[in-house]
Every structure is written in C-alpha cells, then in structure tokens.
C-alpha cells in the first residue's frame, strides 16, 4: 500500500498536532452503513471512548452488542445507560479481566458458543503512571495489560474467528486501538536480550516512554500477526482514538497539580470522547480486505512503525507468559 505521508512526518509532534487542531474524524451514519444481524463485542467499555463506540455501534442498527468489562456491575449501568434509547439491539455483560490469563480464556471459551462474531473491538488498556509489577503475573502493569494481555487474547480468539468467519461467509474485524504517540518512545529497553524481562526491572523509569513502549510493542506485533493470518480469518487493524480529554486514563494523577494540568491541556487540544470514538467505529466498519495488518490514523492508513532490532525477535522469539 502507498501512503501519501513519510514514517518520519507522521510520526512527529507537529503532524500530531495538526491532525488534533485540524482533522475532525467523520461520523459514520446508518446511510452508509447498516449492521442489522451482526455481533459485536468491545472491550472496556463500560465508559468512556468504548462506551461511546457502543452508542455509535448501536446507532448503527446492531443487534447484539457484547459489553466485556472488568467490574460487571459497571457494565450492567452501561447497559442500561445504552439501553435508554429505543432499539431492539440484545446487550449482554460479560466478565473480561486483563489482568488475569484465567479470565481471557474463559472469556474466549464462552465466546465460541456466539452464533457469529462480526466485530470484535480490544479497546481495554491502562496508562499507569507509577512502575508496578502486577501481582498476578509479575509483569510490568503498561506491558502486561497493553501488551502481553491484548496479543494473548488475539491470539487465542483467532480460531474462534475463523469459525465465525466461516459460517458468517465473511471475515470477522478485529480491532485492536493504540495510540499515534507509540513512535515517541526513544524505547530504551530495545537491545536488552532477553527483551521481555528489560520491562520488569525497578528503578529510573520514565512511566511516560513506559506506556508508548507498551503500545509500539502492540505495532509490532500487529505488523507479524498479519503476515501469519489471512484477512479470510479475520481482518486484523490497529487504530487510535487520537487523544482525548474526559476518560480515566490518567486515574493515577487525579487530585494532584500535575493532573489538573494534563486535563487542562487534554481539554485545549483534545477530542470529547464521541469525537475520538469515531475512529474506532470508522475501524471496524468502514473499509475493506485491504487495511488489514495496517495502523489507521485520522481514519486512514498510515505507515507502519519498524523501530529496531528488537522487532524481528520480540513477538515470537519471547515468551508470552
């Protein structure tokens, strides 16, 4: 695929924020779109972008909508929340911990029993601003959740979408929302061998880089992932949000001078939640065969990140768990 702009222009702050200040992502409306008879299931999405994704979704004429959330009793007020509005659209809660392996394949198990899975949105992530070792599983909290989490659960659901595929006779669309600053990490772990375990150490660690690490980790693996799954399985594609004021990505700061001052940037420069939540509904229903293994940004693709030596090695030459 050509591209009408270099890696290197894309990737820079200034092209950040003219796509911020200037770009407005388009809305896509049942005129064009219709998803009468199809399945979805978004992640994290008991508020915010995904909570907004679920009302665009169901906007959309979906039938069945699929709220898989940490805390369940959120998901339920989610539901009720989406169900406010007139709609034969069936909405159901499940259970889906990031943090736990369990919980993921569990979530996979009963995922197998859906008639069809059409749309299948990962938008759970974390922006954890302190360095944590999750108890769980000893893993770095951004790496575990935004990493290691998100390609355990692709992988393990590919089967199941295949299936689907199959007896949908149409792939399934598998997106996966990063973010457009990946490319900002000088990633200073890169030529650490064994990679994985460089994350895991305690000390100096800008929690920042941390989280662009996670997430370039993710383009990575998005850019190997496509190369080894057809887009008749699944048309896998990475997207993002661009940044966006009012969600709880930045919980770790709330209270404290710092976080009023990221919220009051976030507010100047920033789409409102429904403006960001455009791109991931532009993601899993606009376009066709031809994004697949690419990165949307401004609801087009983009060129992909190749960051270092690290790329060829890190997905499948690490261990996952």
């Known amino acids: 695929m050509e591209f009408d702009i270099s890696p290197q222009k894309q990737a820079s702050l200034l092209h950040f924020l003219r796509r911020q200040f200037f770009f407005i992502p388009s809305h896509v409306s049942d005129s064009e779109v219709t998803l009468s008879g199809k399945t979805a299931v978004v992640t994290g999405s008991n508020g915010g972008i995904g909570l907004q ?29 989406l169900s ?5 659209m069936v909405i159901e809660v499940w259970e889906l911990d990031m943090a736990s392996y ?40 951004n790496v575990q959740i935004n990493y290691l989490s998100t390609i355990y659960l692709v992988i393990k659901i590919l089967p199941v979408l295949k299936s689907k595929a199959s007896l949908q006779q149409r792939a399934s ?9 990946a490319p900002w990490t000088p990633f200073p772990e890169q030529d650490s061998d064994p990679l994985l375990p460089a994350f895991d150490q ?31 399985t699944a048309v896998i594609v990475a997207t993002t949000p661009g940044l966006v004021h009012g ?75």
């Not at 669309?173 to 600053?181: E, F, N, Q």
């Open 53 to 81: 994704c679920c009302h665009q979704l169901r906007d959309l004429g979906l039938s069945k909508l699929i709220l898989a959330v940490r805390d369940e009793s959120k998901g339920h007020a989610a539901a009720a929340i």
């Open 202 to 232: 305690p000390g100096k660690v800008d929690m920042v880089n941390r989280y662009y690490t996670s997430r370039l980790l993710t383009h990575f693996f998005l850019l190997e992932i496509s190369k080894r799954v057809p887009c008749s």
């Open 102 to 141: 369990n919980s993921i394949a569990s979530f996979v198990e009963r995922s197998k029993g859906l008639e069809r899975l059409d749309i299948l949105i990962l938008n759970a992530g974390i922006t954890k601003l302190f360095f944590e070792l999750h108890p769980s599983t000893g893993h770095e909290t």
């Open 173 to 181: 669309r598998l997106v996966i929302v990063t973010t457009d600053a």
């Open 247 to 321: 969600t709880a990505a930045l919980r770790d700061l709330n209270g404290t001078l710092n976080g009023r001052i990221a919220d009051f940037g976030k507010r100047i420069i920033g789409y409102s939640s429904e403006i960001g939540a455009r791109q991931l509904t532009d993601a899993a229903v606009r376009h066709g065969s031809e994004i697949h293994g690419h990165f949307l940004c401004s609801q087009k693709p983009v060129p992909s990140v190749e960051h270092s030596s690290a790329y060829n090695r890190l997905v499948f030459d690490s261990p996952i768990i």
């Open 84 to 88: 406010k509005s007139q709609t034969s």
